[in-house]
Each structure stands twice: as structure tokens, then as C-alpha cells.
């Protein structure tokens, strides 16, 4: 026996009217009698659908520009009437109330818009009351009610007309669509109206996750995995132009080499392997960045994440295409850039169009998550005019242009963090240690012969000597760091002593996880 509940009489309102006449005609066709608010109930009319409006059922005029219209015991009765208990139907007999066996209702377009910089007063006329109240009402009631709440839902509305209405799986379905949709809506208003009590960080926020892609697997084979949008927008809304379907180091990889990319405003590539940069480079153009990129440790690029904050060139490509790379992600590909790196099956090719970062960062901690500003390398300290020069002789305008670079790009490296620089380009990267002496002489081995000259930057100041030591004695003629350690005056004693520049800013740039 089936099960699928027919459909005899229709509740429409609707803000977005994209298929409203192909609907209305469909219902008409099938005998099922349409009742509409104002324009919907116009928009029906003038397509030859016979549709009564809410004010005839209900007696009561529509007022205050349409606020109040359907909200109305009569409109909520023949809602929320369960039409499989004796008391509710003989309670509506008896008042003359008519059940509803369907409501297809949209909501004003709040996050649209709030996009769009509307005003305070504006923003708030698109709250909608009377729609999230009948569309939790229906889907409270699909037992007897079927309810539409998006217009991507009609192909399957009109397949439900046809087979005699919807079955209970089905109600149950778009009820439970109703709930997540009039959710992410309340959630939108409130995080807009926190916004808006002028603090940084919210008191209360809240986000709506939606499944994208089940993924192969998590970090390792053995966990599972999905990727979900809903935060800020960023790479979960990229296209993938070619290659393997991503995964979720994949994932983690690009977002760390996109940031990494967009932390400056010259052509910029960063080169990333297990969230840490192998390279990063400024360049005339983004070939010449790429390049110089992979020169600071072409074996640890082996099988790296690449960002570019500049559409690939086809000069660049040709050089990636050279080498084993598992992501590449840009704003953008020449054309012939596209068709020299679709030639490669491993490589996944992706595409992002958005290259400006959230001010808020949101991390997971077990029972919560932690909310922080962005680190946007925007701090007073971060410029080099404010900088104070606290050893050795002023540096040159080149050289202080690499130290600015080295300042910028350290921010990407997991701390304890050293970075040596030349010529635009990262030289050595000393990533992750458990104390700064570590990360010194990695960044230092990994440079070899190319830290004479180089300069370091240095992501927290130095607690000891030491670490500034391990960079002098290889030849490192500036430094960078934040300063600030109860010991530096020995530190700038070390830096005198050796004759190099050392500069402190005051501001740090420590990446924990």
C-alpha cells in the first residue's frame, strides 16, 4: 500500500518567483487548489492560475507593507492540523478551517542581503517572520503536509504531482531540509546583529557545516573524511580543473600554501610539504617566483602543494610540469599554461577566485573551538620604517627589502621558525623545532653555501644567544626578530660583536599548529 499523501490544496509565498508560473500551472493541472499571499498571488494570476489570496480565506487585510499577512490562526490551523488525528480534523471542521497539503514557501534574502552593504534599516526589513513560521510549522506536521523551501526542489515536486504526492520518506526528507535552512537563517541574523555590537570577537556565533565531498580518507588510510563549506569563504569553494580528487592533506596543504602566497602583494609562490614552506619567492612575474621558489630545496618540493597569488603563465608551467607536484592552486591559468599541466595525470589543477582572507580564524580544540584575528602581517611593527635598528650598521635598501620579505614569509613557518632569505627568495627554512637553536641550524644546512649574505628572520625573539649565533657564524650579514626577551642585551651584544644589522620590530609572528 502506498503511502504518498495527496495533495488537494497548496500554500504559496515566495520572494525568489524563478519557476512560480511552471509551478502554479502544474498544480492547477492537477486540481489543486492554490492559496497565495500579494505578489505571489499576482505573479499566479496574471499566468491564467486560478490562486485565492490569503486575505479572502483569512478576512484580514494584509498590513504594515506586508509584515503581517500570514500570520493568522486560520493560515496555521490548516498548517499544523495532523490530518491523521480525529481531534484536529473536527477541530478545523468545526471553525470551517481547510487543510494545507502542501506549503512552498522562500524566505526574504537576508545574506544576500547583507553582501550587498545594504543599511542597518534596510537589512532589517529582510527578516522574514511569516516564512520561517509556516515553513517550521509544515515541517513539524509533514506527517501530513509536504513542504518546499527552495526552488531547486520543483523538479522533485512536480515528479511528486505526477505519482500522487509525496511519500512519508519524502516528507520527512524536506522537513528535515526546512530545519537546516530556517537554522542557517537565524544563525545569519544573529551573527550579522553581533557583528554589529562593535566588539572584535563575537560573544556568540554559530555556522552551518554542509557535507561538499566525501574524501578517500583523513590524514591516514584508517580515518574517514569529508570536506564541508559553511565558514568564510576560501579554497572549499575552488574549482578542480584536472587530476585526482583531493584529499584531505591535499586540502590541508593548499590552504597553508594559499595563505602563504597572499601574505604579499608581489608576485608570490609558495612551495608547501606537510603544512611547512620549502620555498617562497617574490618575483618580477610569477614564472620567475616559481623558480626562484624551488631553488630553497628542490628535493623537499618533491611531490608539494604550489600557490600562485598570479595566474599561472605558460612559462611557469612549462617549468612545474617538470617536476612531481601533487596540488597546484592560483587564481587563474593562460590558457596554454592549462594545456601543458593537463598533460600530467597526477596533478590536481585547481582554481580559486578568492584571494582575500577572513579577519577572523576559527581552530578546533576538543569541546570548542578557539576564535582569533587573522595574523595579517598589518601591525604597526610589521613595517619596516617603524622598525628599530638595535645592533650593527643601517642596511641598504636592498638588503632591507629581503629582511621585509623574510619578515613576511616567516609568518607561514611553524614556530620555532628561521628563515633565511636573498634576493626575494627563501634560501633556508628551519621549521617546527621544540627551541630556537634547532631551527637555526636546519635553516642553515638547508641553505648551505647560499646563508652567506643571506638575511634571517625570525619569527619570536631569541632567548639566548645562541641561536643568533648559529646564523652569524654562517655568514648571515642581517636578522629580523621580533625582540622582546628578558636576555637582549646579550643577543645585541652578539649581533655588535659579529658586526651585523639586527633589527627588532615588537611585533611577533608565531604559528603554533
Known sequence: ????KKIRRALISVYDKSRLEEIGKALSAAGIQIVSTGSTAKTLAAA???VTEVSTV???PEIMGGRVKTLHPIIHSGILADQNNPEHVSAIKDLGIEAFDLVIINLYPFAETIASGASFEESIEQIDI?????????AKNHGSVGVICKTDQYDHLITAIAAGGFSAQERQSLALEV??????YDLTIANWLGQNQNSVLPEWFGRIFKQENILRYGENPHQAAAIYSGGPAGIVESKQLHGKEMSFNNY??????WRAAFDHTEPCVA???HANPCGIAIGKDIATAYSKAHECDPVSAFGGVVAANRIVSTEMAQALSEIFTEVVIAPGYESGAL????QKPSIRIVQCDVTTLNAIEMRTVSGGILLQELDAIDAPGDLPSSWKLVAGPRVSPETLKDLEFAWRAVRAVKSNAILLAKDGASVGVGMGQVNRVDSAELAVKRAGNRAVGSVASSDAFFPFADGLQILIAAGISAVVSPGGSVRDEEVIAAAEQAGISLYFTGTRHFSHA
Open 179 to 184: 530545519f537546516r535552512t530556517t537554522a542557517e
Open 58 to 60: 483569512t478576512g484580514f
Open 252 to 257: 590541508t596543504d593548499a590552504d597553508a600554501a
Open 339 to 342: 594545456e601543458i599541466l593537463c
Open 271 to 273: 612551495i608547501i610539504k
Open 1 to 4: 500500500m502506498s503511502d504518498r
Open 48 to 50: 491564467g492560475v486560478k
Open 130 to 138: 511569516g516564512g520561517p513560521s509556516m515553513l517550521r510549522g509544515a
